[in-house]
């Protein structure tokens, strides 16, 4: 740990007779701030910040190494729990190299179903962002009002899946199991509800005088440092670089759907605030496109070198047998090259480089997480601003430790 | 992506300016390739971000990969990105392990993309390849006194057996 | 009420209904158990669940008195380990832990804080009683807040002087008690010293 630097003793800079200090300071990891165990080493000028230095690995997991250990299938409730609250984005980039690597064609109904639940996860995500970045700025009660809808995806989630949170739905080749009854209604209630709810979320906010003076005019970074340093995801978005990887790129049901991208103009954290409360709006549309448009099949592919065959059939048929005991104990071979896929998660551009050798387990899996990447902006953003707008600026940042650790 | 013709292409004109930079050139899976000679690395890539009609000026990604038993072992990937025609491109430095006790060695592109701070560290820090000229390159997400680099091949994954009646004896 | 107001048997009656008689550390207990003050202490995806989601309405754990949540641990007497544990994040766990005063509780909630939870590998630890004492481990991936809130009034019932341990005297399990290492009961174990000495040797050849 670096001693005060006597060097910045800046004899009375102010012409009070007060001679100052730079301090080195310590926060966290743990704190008060609800964003997971992220410790910066600040430089204070008083209450300036001078310099930052973000320490992490906190939480360092070596799932990229324990994945080296498993069968593909096997890795798949692994990557999930990387970013703890965009869980389906990590088995949508994982299960995305993996058909890619191996040739295989997801059916429409598993794209569609697929991407109506990464738009759900994107929503639970930003109600997350918003609960908790809203309870450090001192808006508590939006914690609750948030975590109410966020409680309500959940129920969602359970009855589609089993599993509130981490519910390793996605597989190769399509989604483990196609949507039960009553899920639809549920979920259309759902969606008539939440523009309401962002609606209420605004009241609350928008107008709040130290929320807006809060976030208005902190944290800017300009666009083109933004670039440089690989941000990407809201931030970038804020900042006025219209750069969505659902647009630029044709993976799943995106290219079917009509969405707008909400883009901000100034790059401070007021505008991020705007441009993830904008995107829940556009993500309940196209959960309501994708939910209008669901088309009829199998909800997962038809390859039973890669895919577990339908339980009904192995009371039936011989080959299904084997292949389900094949699938099971040994897991698919995967022919030898590499891949790398990235979609947008609520953070950004989430990659999942996968290499395989042949073998049933993958030879390297790495993902870009893009809350890593992104964090190397926060340096730019708190320095020679206060204390309390660096605390903005992480609240707006965004940063989920899950994945910036790994 | 740059189709096939468009990656030899590319290479081509990789060759003009720096002979012998361009190893090879991979088209597997509908994604682009270039093998370059890791001495060239930054020459490389400043042509991919600088030259007219290329304009790869956004690293997405930058990872490495232990390719145990082949040689050469370590392979350094940047992954590139041209936001105006959207278009990916990956570049490959393929490193050899070093007689025992040394680090194979690549040049930081830092100064070209700022984005790779982190990410060379990371790099460091699992595959204990080092980056000459990074600012900072100092372990990131293990403790800063980890001896060992863990996401080589040879390295074991660590962990415990889980106890059971019939091996608990053995485990304290 | 003034004196002779009541008489005899109402009287009687009245102050039976009032007053309580009971044992100085049962009512410590149940003072120490419905008001407890938790550390706001989360790690990873168990903190989404807990401490984030069991405060919240549905979920609301100011029913059982814990809703004060503190952020420094020299006020807080409750910490719930909530998500993996790293080698890193251990040292700093265990210096929250030794900050908080006596008396103190911890729950370990889910698998990772248990035992170590899929991640078999270098770099979690393999459960947090390897460093601290736990009181309570929860099981699950991550755990329903029901499961947490289960979980904590199960400690509950153990600071009032009565825990959940009948299960060991109807399966005759008396004595089959675990202690980390270190603790009471424990002894020093030499092959696994030698294992350990062994292996560091190995990595670092």
Known sequence: MAEPQAAHLAPDPQGDGVDTEVMTINIGPHHPATHGVLRLVVDLDGEIVRDLRPVIGYVHTGIEKSCEDKSYWKVIPFVERMDYVSYFFQMEAYCGAVERLVGLEIPPRARYLRTLFLELNRI??????????????????????????????????????????????????????????????????????????????????????????????????????????????????????????????????????????????????????????AEMVESVRIIEQALDGLPEGPHIADDRKYVLPPRSELSTSMESLIHHFKLVTEGYRVPPGEVYYSIESPRGELGCFVVADGSSKPARVHFRDASFVNLQAFRDMAVDSYVADMIASLGMLDPILGGVDR | MPDAPGLELIRGEIEQDHPGAVLDTSFDRDQPALVVDPDQILAVLTWLRDAPGQGYGFLSSLHAADYLPATPRFGVHYELLNRDRVERLRVKAMLDDPAAGDLPEIDSCVGLFPTAEFQEREVFDFFGIVFKGHPNLTRILLPEDYVGWPQRRDFPVGGEPVTFTFNERNYG | MLRGTLEGEELERYVEERVVMTRFDKMLGWARANSMFPLTFGLACCAIEAPISIVTARYDLARFGAEALRASPRQADMIILSGRVSIKMAPIVRRLYDQMLEPKWAISMGACSSSGGMFANYAVVQGADKFMPIDMHIPGCPPRPEAVLYGFTKLQRKIKGNPDQGWRQRYNAVGSEEWARGGVASKPNPAAAEAYETARELIHA
């Open chain 1, 124 to 277: 639970h995500s930003h109600l997350v962002w918003l609960g908790t970045t809203a309870l450090d700025l001192g808006a508590i009660s939006m914690l609750w009002y948030c975590f109410r809808e966020r409680d309500k995806i959940l129920d969602l989630f359970e009855m589609a899946t089993g599993q509130r949170m981490h519910t390793r739905y996605f597989q190769v080749g399509g989604v483990i199991e196609d949507i039960p009854l009553g899920f639809e209604a549920k979920l259309r209630e759902f969606i008539a509800d939440m523009p309401v709810r962002v609606t209420q979320y605004q009241a609350l906010l928008d107008r709040n005088e130290i929320f807006l003076s809060r976030t208005k005019g902190t944290g800017i970074v300009s666009r083109e440092r933004l670039l440089d340093l690989g941000v990407t995801g809201p931030l970038l978005r804020a900042a006025g670089e219209p750069w969505d990887l659902r647009k630029a790129f044709d993976y799943l049901a995106y290219p079917e759907m009509e969405f707008k991208v909400p883009v901000g103009t100034v790059g401070d954290n007021y505008d991020r605030y705007r441009v993830r409360l």
